[in-house]
């Protein structure tokens, strides 16, 4: 869309390179590169030649850039981006970032906006060097307390017969606007003031009569050099554009221009819709006798259907991803992708440190298409990393629980409030006094295996979200009821089924194989199940809870179950014992029958057979005294399927498969 539009406007020239863009030492201190050049030729040629390789690379001076928003709005993902390339330039070159507020449009500004501004670049982590808050040696930052310098350069053009005064009422503007337009003339303006002398026109302005100021701008269209585009230039040329409105405050243009010279400001990353204007500035700085910055100007963000993002949709503002929980740091993540091309190999997770060490200037051109799908790749991956570094600071531990953990807890108590779902009231027993699931921050990374997702962001809401991880953690917050724990293990009939009946991926047998269990198939499991647990959880209890932790358990329950007692249980045997014939007469204890005959009864038994953590973590992080309580409960389930009287209990159905 951008590139169609630039083609309808202007030209967009063959690339060429811009000397900004050698490369070396960083922080060097050399003689300033050359700038771009200018011409209103339209076959410009650069005054300098480089390899096609060398064209991206940063400059070897500081460069200072600026992130200019108008609080007018709130954050959406394309400032926020604007935001994090101009960032990313000014760090990389050991170099300044400035935050200057484009507060001139006085009738459209929102309250709170600006403040909220300053709140979502300290979310970001993109800290600026100055700024309203902070100050600076070039301030003030906010363009309504720099009124008298844009006055002091109005009437600088003025003098010079750059620019002149307009008595034009916005009436009769609007009416000559009409009037050219139904008649299919141009609706630019044509000058009624320009030939206005300057006497006359300080004489007008002293008796009071209101007025705007307009530039003169040049005959021709002017071409600009810019390093994304290349070069450009718009079909027409200017019309005589104000600079100062009739109530004293300037343009976007004019205060654009005037504060980027002030504030030393050397580079210039914008949205593409902002290419058709970049002459009108250059024009200004000319009559100036200023140097321009330097322009690059970044596609613009589309949607699938290739309209532009809206800020009326709200998967394109800002406080959607924060009130998603979605981490600043996966967000940029994203963003940077939206134009940047990175360096070979440095095109997936990176850190904003990482982001800035691998920065270049080469950037896509055209239309970039927000396509959430790496998104969540990428949130998962730093929420991983966040959750598992180890050791944490407080200042870490803190983000975890606050970016991550709190979100769940909130659901989880939200989910206490809610009425009972009669389908599912009975699936979960009494609260947990203290779930450390959602408590100790030592289990963050468990939290995060279980709640894992790779749901959309942008079609699901937060408590949709939530829910999902409620329905993850249910019984590391719940206990299991004695009758769900009946009900699995009287349908299951063998052992694999019973981890079958939650979708064990690859599990033996079929769902037609685990609905018609005979009394003996029930018997024959339940038995050895019930016996079996009550050796583990004798075992288990040999630990104290000082040594309560996932390695010990494991080995615990593993020379637990290389007992020769145990095995007997199952038919198994720790040793292949050789007959006569030299065949083996019992099924050996492998890999695979430890798990089926050890972590699927204690899955059973804990959480009822879901799928989740490693049985010893499980333990660990359901304590010691409620793991060797369920073990209780589940042993006495089993005893209660194997007797001849037992009754499927009719309320309680198998926990769906997560």
Request: net charge neutral; aromatic share 8%; hydrophobic share 35%.
């Amino acid at each position: 869309m951008a590139r169609v539009l630039l083609r309808a406007r202007g030209l967009l020239g063959s690339p060429q390179p811009s000397p900004c863009y050698q490369r070396g030492p960083r922080f060097l201190s050399s003689p300033s590169s050359s700038r771009l050049s200018f011409s209103t030729s339209p076959h410009l040629t650069s005054s300098f030649s480089l390899k096609k390789k060398d064209a991206y690379k940063l400059p070897e001076t500081p460069c200072r850039t600026r992130f200019a928003p108008s609080p007018t709005g709130f954050m959406h993902l394309g400032s926020l981006r604007t935001a994090l390339y101009n960032y990313l330039l000014a760090r990389a070159t050991g170099g300044q970032f400035i935050l200057r507020i484009e507060d001139t449009d006085r009738t459209r500004l929102v309250p709170g906006a600006e403040q909220k501004l300053f709140e979502d670049l300290e979310w970001a982590g993109l800290l600026y060097d100055e700024g309203p808050d902070k100050g600076g040696p070039y301030g003030p930052y906010r363009q309504s307390e720099r009124l008298p310098l844009y006055k002091k350069h109005a009437d600088q053009l003025i003098r010079e017969g750059k620019a002149y005064r307009c008595f034009c009422s916005p009436s009769a503007l609007d009416e000559l606007r009409r009037t050219a337009h139904e008649s299919g003339l141009s609706t630019n303006y044509p000058g009624t003031c320009r030939d206005i002398s300057l006497e006359e026109s300080d004489e007008r302005a002293s008796r009071g009569e209101p007025f705007a100021v307009r530039f003169k701008s040049g005959e021709k269209p002017l071409v600009v050099q810019d390093f994304v585009y290349r070069r450009f230039r718009n079909q027409n040329p200017e019309e005589d554009f104000v600079i100062l409105k009739r109530d004293g405050f300037p343009t976007y243009h004019f205060a654009n221009v005037v504060d980027d010279h002030h504030m030393k400001i050397t580079h210039v990353i914008r949205g593409a819709e902002w290419l058709i204007s970049t002459p009108k500035h250059v024009e200004m700085y000319q009559a100036f006798g200023w140097e321009p910055p330097q322009f690059g100007h970044i596609g613009l963000l589309v949607d699938k259907k290739r309209q532009k993002l809206s800020k009326r949709d709200k998967s394109a503002n800002l406080a959607y991803y924060q009130d998603h929980h979605v981490l600043p740091e996966a967000l940029l993540n994203y963003l940077v992708f939206l134009g940047w091309r990175a360096p070979q190999g440095k095109d997936g997770v990176l850190t904003l440190q990482e982001m800035v060490d691998n920065f270049t200037t080469q950037f896509s051109k055209g239309d970039i298409i927000a396509s959430q799908s790496k998104l969540r790749y990428l949130q998962n991956q730093h929420l991983k990393n966040l959750v598992s570094a180890e050791p944490k600071t407080p200042a870490q531990a803190a983000r975890v629980d606050q970016a991550f953990v709190a979100p769940i807890r909130a659901a989880v108590e939200q989910a206490k409030r809610q009425p009972p779902d009669p389908a599912h009231e009975d699936l979960v027993g009494p609260e947990l006094p203290e779930p450390r699931i959602l408590t100790d921050p030592r289990y963050a990374a468990d939290l995060f295996r279980l709640t894992y997702t790779t749901k959309d962001f942008a079609s699901h809401a937060p408590a949709e979200l939530a829910a999902d991880a409620v329905a993850r953690v249910r019984y590391f917050v719940w206990s299991v009821p004695r009758r769900v724990l009946e009900a699995q293990l009287g349908a299951a009939g063998r052992l694999d089924a019973l981890f079958f009946l939650v979708g064990s991926e690859g599990a033996a047998g079929g769902a037609g194989e685990v609905t018609q269990v005979t009394q003996k198939q029930r018997q024959q499991l339940a038995r050895p199940v019930a016996r079996a647990l009550a050796m583990l959880r004798a075992r288990a209890e040999e630990l104290d809870e000082a040594r309560w932790e996932g390695a010990a358990l494991k080995e615990v329950l593993e020379k637990a179950a290389a007992d020769d007692e145990y095995l007997a249980l199952f038919g198994l045997e720790a040793e292949p014992a050789e007959s006569e014939e030299g065949k083996s007469k019992a099924k050996r204890s492998t890999p695979q029958a430890l798990n089926q005959h050890v972590w699927v009864p204690l899955r059973w038994a804990l959480v009822a057979s879901e799928k989740g953590l490693p049985i010893a973590n499980t333990m660990e992080v359901l304590g010691r005294e409620e793991s060797l309580r369920r073990l209780k409960v589940a042993e006495e389930a089993a005893e209660n399927v194997a007797s001849e009287h037992w009754v499927p209990p009719t309320s309680a159905a198998a926990p769906e498969s997560e």
